[in-house]
């Protein structure tokens, strides 16, 4: 990955391109790639559908080799959800096909003159930017079909729905699954309104005549590699239970914790939540013919997906995952799969991120558009309303917190103007703190669990004691970032927590790719320093100390069956990114 | 809160119905134990599961909705509720792993030892997750579960056919009748309000 491509949309007589020696980006990828140059390109107090904002897209250090569990995609911009900077990712094909193609970022700039939509095609040779005005509007499935007949299966699509076009601050980007189904998203932050800005329909990545990138030490490498897959799948997380029931497995343990946050973070337990877990919806998808394991892009060897069909056995949606369950199901109180994957259907074809889009609709329910449990109504507000692009779909569309004002609703989950995610956080404390200190907005994979233990970050914190959440946290993000860099799926968090030698592996195979030595030390500091530029970014866009706080409800209104609050004080949260 | 039952049932059934089980496993079956004992000895000498099995396999569990760090000291009590889970993917599945790294983040969760317990008869409602399911319930059915009237029949309406090609026969109060009797039987029996000790013989 030695280059970069530049588009410039915006250039005289149309969209312009440009190739630049990859330089910094060479040996870098993922997050800390995309946080760098919006950092350093993007004016912070730009609008950010603007001309002056750009969409970034980098495939991860190690996508495009043989390295499993390497194809992350990652998209920053500045979000026009949060109005801060934003990172995305997502699986499926796109980061494995750009990165044998040799391209460390692409980067899309500027904003056409006249109201033409456009699709970039991207092969070894030459990239191509045409008018096609016939793709207006159409959502991602039948954009993708359509597609297809032109370039066939065996390249990769990222491509936005409607939602996109409209420029919703909840559009999402599709990438396509090895299936070639538009199923995989860089959902959060309204990405897809960015790439919508730029009037850019769909890329599309031909890596026909490309090979595998190769390591500087092949044997050292593939041994690497052979050592971290076998931790992966010998460990309980990675090689059982999420391939048996994906992440949905986590629903009956949240409800058992009382943290599974129900009609609209009114309780902490659903009481059908049973009916929805991971489990339930493992067994409804193999009795129907659907698959309860399978990977979003090739080389997964966890393989957390799935494909879920419909009554008749006929393909509905891929596997959804705990948080759109959640979001869908107990967050508007439905305890129905099928009405649930029909909403997830729903969100991946009109190119809306599935969280934003489930935890708006619950707001809209305590707002009394529809009931909580109305399982037709909330298909209708997706498809006839967001889907169509009415005035209440744009407000839907537009993300919670815009859902919120506009129905006068008081208890409005959102952080930095981003819906939460599926853990209530007066149940566990501790993500209530990266929730609200998170670069990002309310986001679950910000702090992830990552090795701390092993890298140590900031010191040793007793995992029995109170105290310390606001450090377990700070260690937590700064570990993520540099993960997030990497371009590996974040599942593989638990065999390198657990398994010193599975992370070992991890830093073996960046080594051995890139000819370095890598240690614990350089992963903290990469972490840290991606951190601190986009801290820097939103500072400059004008977020200050006070933004990173949650909704006052979740101090004042005990959560049942624990009664809880939220009981970190705002000055430990101030001191989340004092570090040296 | 002494076990009264008003039915026993014993089911002979071949071992892949397990999974009709599924649902009522998730949702928690009350066996009858003797209460006061801590979670480890509950599991380990009442139920028969091994020792290694607790500490390796079930490694996320919560005792009335509490986190458990460790499963020695926590005395389940009469009426108790006790959930067991394998691993647990996510931040706030690693948080709630028994003594994990994280423990602290959940920490107004966590189950703090109670040093009174009246040991006695009593029963206690078990709730399996994931692949506890399948490692786990079989033994639980084969011990005994308590079951409402209402909840037999439930599990017997959704696994109709299942039953009908997987039942051996079945004993009511230790009398033997053909499976093709099952429904009809209990439907003249049974109320949806009587209790029923439920035991299921598993066959290969």
Redesign the interface.
Known sequence: MDKILRINMGASGGPSQSIEEAGEFTALGGRATTSMIVAKEVPPDCHPLGAENKLVIAPGMLSGTAAAMSGRISVGCKSPLTGGIKESNAGGQVAQVMARLGYAAIIIEGKPATDDLYKIHIDKDKVTISVDNNLKLMDNYPLVEKLREEYGDKVAYMTIGSAGERKMAAASIACSDPEVRPSRHCGRGGVGAVMGAKQVKAIIFDDNGCKHRQPKDPEKFKAANRAYVEGIRK????G???P??G?N??T???N????YPTNNFKTGFFEGG?KI????QA?LEIKRGGLATHGCHRGCVIQ?SGIYNDKDGKFLTKQPE?ETVWSHGGHCGIDDLDTIAMLDFLDDNIGVDTIEMGVAIGVAMDGGVIEFGDCEGAIRLVRDEVGKGTPLGRILGGGAEMTGKAFAVERVPVVKGQALPA?DP??????GV?YATSTMGAD?TA???VA??ILKVGGD?????????VD??RN?QIATTAIDATGMCL?I??PI?DQPETFEALLDLLGAFYGIEMTGDDVVALGKKVLNLEREFNTKAGFGAEDDRLPRFFKTEPLA??N?TF?VKDEELDELYNWS | MQAATDLNLQLTLKAHLI?EF??LL??GVWLPVITGDNVMKLLNNQLGIAEAYVTD?I??L?LD?K?I?DAAASIVKDGSTL?L????????????RR????????????YHPTQTATIGAGKVKI?L???L?QEVGPLLLERGVLLSGAELITLLDEGASSFRDGCDSFALNSQLYPCAELGGKLLTTLAPQQTVLLKVVWKD
């Open positions: 460990h309980a997380v990675s059982e239970g999420l048996a029931y992440t497995i986590l009956n343990v949240l058992e914790a009382g943290g049973t877990s991971g489990e339930a067994e957390c705990y853990y007066r149940t566990v404390q501790g993500i990266t679950h702090g992830y669990a701390t233990n914190v007793d995992p029995l004691k109170p105290e310390g959440q377990l946290s937590l599942f968090a638990f927590l069956p624990h809880l009981a | 999974s599924y649902p998730q949702r396999r490694t996320t919560f909705g986190a760090d959930a889970s394998s691993a647990m993917p996510g931040l706030v599945g690693s948080t709630m003594g994990g790294h994280l423990a602290a983040m959940r920490g107004e969760i966590t709730k997750f994931n692949m399911m």
